[in-house]
């Protein structure tokens, strides 16, 4: 069993940062997927960022590309997502998504739902113009 939380939301205004915290902690192998992903109002999840520890890579969904950072500290179990330049687009709930058993995965089954059996319960972002 794996117990993922996040942190770090709130409102803030077009053009800030904000940076995320995602720890995970439970039952989690050496080489585990995390990723964090969004849903804005009337829209599906989509993902944003993703980490594969065992081959210590973070992926990143295109439309963000320049714009946030992804980071993970290995002795915690955290990944860390900042996200620079806020545009009120990047308004919803951001959830952070664990799989503790992460074999060989390509970046796009890592920022993709399905992969991860362990979830958060989402923190809101709100960007505001």
């Known amino acids: 069993q794996v117990h993922v939380v996040e942190s770090g939301g709130g409102s803030v205004q077009a053009g800030g940062s904000l940076v995320l915290s995602c720890a995970a902690s439970?039952?989690?192998?050496?080489?585990?997927?995390m990723g964090w992903f969004r849903q804005a109002p009337g829209k599906e999840r989509e993902g944003v960022a993703a980490?594969?520890?065992?081959?210590?890579?973070?992926y990143y969904t295109d439309s963000v590309k320049g714009r946030v950072t992804a980071s993970k500290d290995k002795a915690k179990n955290t990944l860390y997502l900042q996200i620079n330049n806020l545009d009120p687009e990047d308004t919803g709930i951001y959830y952070c998504?664990?799989?503790?058993?992460?074999?060989?995965?390509?970046?796009?089954?890592?920022?993709?739902?399905?992969?991860?059996?362990?979830w958060g319960q989402g923190t809101q972002v709100t960007v505001s113009s």
């Open positions: 998504a664990a799989e503790p058993r992460c074999t060989t995965v390509t970046p796009i089954q890592a920022l993709r739902g399905p992969l991860y059996r362990y």
């Open positions: 439970g039952d989690i192998s050496a080489a585990y997927c």
């Open positions: 980490s594969y520890t065992g081959m210590d890579r973070i």
